[in-house]
């Protein structure tokens, strides 16, 4: 079983400015894979991000990169120039390797863009 | 290609009754599971089915069944409804197990009277 924890459960940031979530995780799988998803006002999950754990390389997408800190069990996500659409719920969740307890998340961060 | 398709998206029920769910796979997509969303207990995992049989189950009761069909669409059921149960049911489908990317569905709200 793993958990997850977010410790800010909202955060504001400038347009333009970057901003980073926090994220710490518990699992005890030596395989497993970590994901940021994002959920707009709309409500429709989608993926950020996904790092597989035992790639040592942060992953990135555009203007969305992590901080994987594998012994430190940390799994930041960073969002540079910040734009308005990013305004959303920001979930950090945990996946062991074989699936089988489905995606544990964390209780979310209110992202708030100040235009 | 059309996304994760949840029916109905809202829903209001009272203590007792029981509910059925309905999820509709992104094309191609074999592996559907569900997830409660509720501000308290934030997602958690219910299940997820692949080829119609059930892979694996989270922590709820046994009131919370589901199914999946051959056309890989799914339904979930939840019988004799408490009021603790009013909560965004998700669906997500997924092409590969295991690694392979959530693909949500919009939700449907159930509100429990």
């Known amino acids: 079983a793993q958990t997850v924890t977010q410790s800010q459960p909202e955060m504001s940031v400038q347009e333009a400015e970057t901003v980073t979530l926090s994220c710490t995780y518990d699992t005890s799988e030596s395989d497993y894979y970590l994901f940021w998803y994002k959920q707009p006002p709309s409500r429709q999950m989608i993926l950020v991000i996904r790092?597989?754990?035992?790639?040592?390389q942060n992953a990135t997408e555009n203007r969305f990169s992590v901080n994987f800190q594998k012994a430190a069990k940390s799994f930041s996500l960073k969002i540079s120039d910040s734009q308005l659409g990013d305004a959303a719920m920001y979930f950090c969740?945990?996946?062991?390797?074989?699936?089988?307890?489905?995606?544990?998340f964390g209780k979310g961060t209110h992202l708030i863009i100040q235009p | 290609k059309a996304g994760v398709t949840q029916t109905p998206r809202y829903l209001i029920k009272t203590r007792g009754q029981q509910v059925t769910l309905s999820c509709s796979p992104i094309?191609?997509?074999?592996?559907v599971s569900w997830y409660q969303q509720t501000p308290g207990q934030g997602l958690q995992f219910l299940f997820e089915y692949f080829s119609e049989t059930q892979r694996n189950k989270g922590n709820f009761p046994g009131r919370f069944s589901g199914r999946q069909f051959s056309n890989s669409r799914s339904e979930m059921n939840v019988s004799t409804l408490e009021l603790g149960d009013s909560a965004l049911y998700l669906c997500a489908s997924r092409l590969r197990l295991n690694t392979g990317e959530l693909f949500f569905g919009e939700g449907s709200r159930l509100t429990v009277l």
């Open positions: 094309s191609g997509h074999r592996s």
């Open positions: 790092q597989e754990a035992y790639k040592q």
């Open positions: 969740a945990c996946q062991s390797g074989g699936g089988a307890d489905g995606l544990t």
